[in-house]
């Protein structure tokens, strides 16, 4: 019996992985596919690194989460991938500032913090090497100083006031990095707001968020009773609903985090900007904002954001900036799926597995961004775990539509 060879099939392998039946639209292939969940892109049939699909564009230092589970700073215009949600997701924020004037990474005393409450505790500065490695923490803290209120000879609370007051009323959010030996150790704002528990011996995020404080004065506080013995880092006070990455610093001063910008690469851009084409957005977005661009035109128009009133729901908007097309109920904030489509014959959008049309065409601009053409806006989040185009020869079907508007696994 002569030699069998497989059938052609075989030889030629299975398909790649971008073209399987679950990621077509219509039966298109993707023209680009940005797998932050799977750290795999894909452009024009080839694999590519994710800069030519998407390129951020920051300033360095700001903080996230590795797949170790550790405190890494970026590099300036580094898309930063972050894992604090349990799987990679690109994060992008708007600006921020982190109102505490003391150190806030590498302490060299206790200049601007106040030790107040029983006179036996002492409030110092110590090297904690060890366990903040133990905890990911010294790649932001490289010095391995914290600030430590020892309340172990204390017969009544003790408690550290860290400078750089809220100066308003508005929502804010807190916490420092902190760990306990002995009684009960917590967080909170002055008078007791908002108050979080220290909760171990390793160190552990320890703060709330969506804090209305109770004046103007309002400064972060740590708390020891007695017998209590704190260590604490990276303390944080922003005015904002979430907490957001981690703003260090190692001055006396307040310090601001930037907005980041992310625009879709031209090559990535042109296979969306013909006559038809489809694009999925699947991740989360934790802050519902009025008005806030999720995938946005470089004329500072909108292609799909969140609606005015009310700002959890999702829309396509015309080149007028007026609402075109509205899907979905209160989905934001959360986990958000959404695949929008235009051709001769309107637009499609679906969120969440819902889809809707509307006679409304749209011409693709010749830049396109995630979030705005100017970066995100203040409180602003979006964390991306896939992003795909589709060059299409219609608006995508209904079915279509919904099958894509899926959440990332």
């Not at 894992?83 to 997701?89: D, K, M």
């Not at 590498?106 to 500065?125: E, H, I, M, Q, R």
């Not at 009684?183 to 528990?197: C, K, M, P, Y």
């Not at 959360?334 to 011409?363: D, E, F, H, M, P």
């Amino acid at each position: 019996m002569g030699l069998m060879l497989p059938p052609r099939r075989l030889l030629a392998g299975a398909a790649p992985w971008w073209r399987r039946p679950e990621h077509l639209l219509d039966g298109a292939a993707p023209a680009f596919f940005a797998d932050i969940v799977g750290r795999r892109y894909v452009l024009g049939g080839a694999a590519v690194p994710l800069a030519a699909v998407l390129g951020v564009t920051a300033g360095a230092g700001k903080t996230y989460c590795d797949a170790d589970g550790s405190l890494k700073a970026a590099a300036a215009n580094e898309a930063r991938i972050d894992w604090s949600g349990g799987a990679a997701e690109l994060l992008l924020e708007g600006p921020a500032t982190n109102k505490i004037t003391a150190r806030k990474h590498n302490p060299l005393d206790t200049s601007n913090l106040t030790k107040t409450g029983d006179a036996a505790a002492v409030l110092s500065v110590v090297d904690d090497s060890a366990a903040l490695a133990a905890a990911g923490l010294s790649a932001i803290c490289t010095a391995g100083t914290v600030y430590r209120l020892d309340n172990s000879a204390g017969s009544g609370a003790a408690w550290a006031k860290v400078s750089g007051a809220v100066g308003n009323t508005n929502a804010h959010s807190f916490g420092v990095y902190a760990r306990r030996t002995g009684a009960a150790a917590s967080v909170f704002l002055t008078g007791g707001t908002g108050s979080a528990a220290v909760a171990g011996s390793a160190y552990a995020w320890t703060g709330s968020a969506n804090v209305t404080p109770a004046g103007t004065g309002v400064v972060l506080e740590i708390g020891a009773n007695a017998g209590s013995v704190v260590h604490f880092i990276l303390p944080q006070l922003v005015e904002a609903v979430s907490q957001g990455s981690i703003i260090p610093g190692d001055t006396l001063a307040a310090v601001t985090r930037t907005t980041d910008l992310c625009q879709i690469a031209a090559g990535a851009a042109a296979a969306i900007q013909g006559a038809a084409a489809g694009i999925a957005w699947r991740g989360a977005i934790p802050v519902a904002q009025s008005g806030q661009q999720i995938v946005g035109l470089g004329d500072g128009l909108n292609l799909i954001r969140a609606t005015n009133t009310p700002n959890t729901r999702v829309a396509i908007f015309n080149a007028t900036s007026a609402l075109a097309l509205g899907v979905g109920t209160d989905v934001i904030p959360g986990a958000l799926g959404l695949c929008a489509g235009w051709g001769a014959s309107g637009a499609r959008l679906a969120v969440n597995g819902t889809a809707a049309s509307a006679a409304q065409t749209n011409a693709w601009p010749t830049t396109v961004y995630l979030g705005a053409s100017s970066g995100l806006s203040a409180g602003q989040v979006l964390r991306l775990r896939q992003l795909v185009g589709w060059t299409l020869t219609d608006q995508p079907s209904a079915a279509g539509a919904a099958s894509q508007a899926r959440l990332a696994a």
